[in-house]
């Protein structure tokens, strides 16, 4: 019989990574926005979908490529690596006054997030031996 999830220690950290890493991807997402509208006024929608499609465009690009290495690192050192970078940008975007410093930090924000979720997803089966509590 297999126990519940969240009665597996690893497990509870690793779910808690995520959570804490998605929220603290939406909250910048908005502060994102924010941002824009202070930097540029009135261009401030043409701001937000540059940096959108940005941010869109690394995830297309690092995703594949981060799955595909995902297994050859540590990957708990790995994610505390990227979550550290995700950290890094948030507490730098306050000091971005151009709007390339704004392009240049999504970029980094989102090539982190999209190496992190292969990264989590391949980290599932080292955490949960029991290949029905992850399927």
Known sequence: MTR??????DYRHLFGAQVVALAGNGLA??????LAFKLAGPNAAAVL????????????????????YAGRFNRRGLLVSLDVVRAGVVVALPFADQVWHVYV?????QSASAAFTPTFQAALP??????????
Do not use: C, H, N, W
Request: no cysteine; hydrophobic share 55%; net charge neutral.
């Open 126 to 135: 080292d955490v949960l031996p029991d290949e029905k509590q992850y399927t």
């Open 4 to 9: 519940s999830l969240f009665g597996v220690r």
């Open 105 to 109: 930090l999504v970029a980094l924000m």
């Open 49 to 68: 979908g540059t940096a959108l499609t940005i941010k869109m465009v690394a995830y297309v690009l690092v995703a594949p490529v981060a799955g595909a």
């Open 29 to 34: 997402t908005v502060a994102l926005g924010l």
